[in-house]
């Protein structure tokens, strides 16, 4: 039976260390931390910059340059 927690009201762009424990019917496991900071960011990004050039136009075809 896994459990997840969401951790909130870390702030963006700020790296943390955390530490678990895992829990079983034979008792609670030592302390284990991340080896290396975990970078807080946004779940989403914002969508990238388009890129898409046209280079002619030839009667209903339009090819793309990306």
């Not at 963006?12 to 496991?29: L, P, S």
């Not at 284990?32 to 075809?61: H, I, M, Q, S, Y």
Request: aromatic share 10%.
């Amino acid at each position: 039976m896994c459990k997840s927690r969401i951790v909130t009201g870390l702030k963006t762009g700020v790296k943390f260390k955390f530490r678990v424990m895992a829990e079983n019917i034979y008792g609670i496991a030592e302390p284990l931390e991340t080896d290396c900071p975990v970078l807080v960011k946004n779940r989403f990004e914002p969508p990238a910059k388009k890129t898409v050039r046209t280079r002619d136009v030839k009667g209903c075809f339009l090819p793309a340059k990306y």
